[in-house]
Structure formats: C-alpha cells, structure tokens
C-alpha cells in the first residue's frame, strides 16, 4: 500500500491542524493504521493508531486528549486532528500502515508500511 500524507504546516501554539493520509494500490481497511512523528536527530515516536474498523484507538500519553485519529475506508483515509498545538509537537509526521497494532513490539509497534512525511511547525 503507498500513503501520501499531507495537511502540514507553520501554525501557532494554541491552533489546530487535520493531517489526512490518502492510500493507493490497496483500500486501508485491511491494515491497521497509525501516525508517527520525527524530530531531526532523534528517534520516531508514536503519535496513534487505530483499528481496522475504527472502533479502537490508541494515543501516546504527550497527545492524548488533544488528538484525534479517525479513519474513512471509504474514501481510503486516514486523519489526525491535532487540537491545542504544543511548540513540542514541531515535528515530520508519518502515517503508517500495518496488520497489527502491538503496543510492545517497538518502535514501530507492528507498522510495516510507511509514507513520506509532512512537516508541522508549531511556533510559540
């Protein structure tokens, strides 16, 4: 499956920003799908994931309550609504795919397939 992500970009601390992820070649209803985020230097971090169906999520404590992961397997797309913008989460965002979230295999915790990345800056 190719994913495209897109939606970055230079907002202030306190914005919002929806980060979509569009899937070819293959509908994304057969993966589970998650986003990550990486800083220059530093190691890829989880951001979230959710289910097949959508019917489970799951959020690293630094975005919980803040972000929103949804997914439409209608139209192939994945979403990550990023509320309340911290100048911590500068960062190149990745969507990810995969037939298994797994919490303890890190660090991709069971992501197999990866886009290329859209740059959100957050200015404080």
């Known amino acids: 499956v190719q994913l495209q992500a897109s939606g970055g970009g230079l907002v202030q601390a306190g914005d919002s920003l929806r980060l979509s992820c569009a899937a070819s070649?293959?509908?994304?209803?057969?993966?589970?799908m998650g986003w990550f985020r990486q800083i220059p230097g530093e190691d890829r971090e989880f951001v979230a994931a959710?289910?097949?169906?959508?019917?489970?999520?799951y959020y690293a404590d630094s975005v919980k309550g803040r972000f929103t992961i949804s997914r439409d397997n209608a139209k192939d797309t994945v979403y990550l609504q990023m509320n309340s913008l911290k100048s911590e989460d500068t960062a190149v965002y990745y969507c990810?795919?995969?037939?298994?979230?797994?919490?303890?295999?890190?660090?991709?915790?069971?992501?197999?397939?990866w886009g290329k990345g859209t740059q959100v800056t957050v200015s404080s």
């Open positions: 990810a795919a995969g037939y298994a979230y797994n919490s303890g295999y890190l660090p991709n915790r069971g992501m197999i397939y």
């Open positions: 070649e293959r509908t994304i209803s057969n993966y589970v």
């Open positions: 959710i289910s097949k169906t959508g019917a489970t999520t």
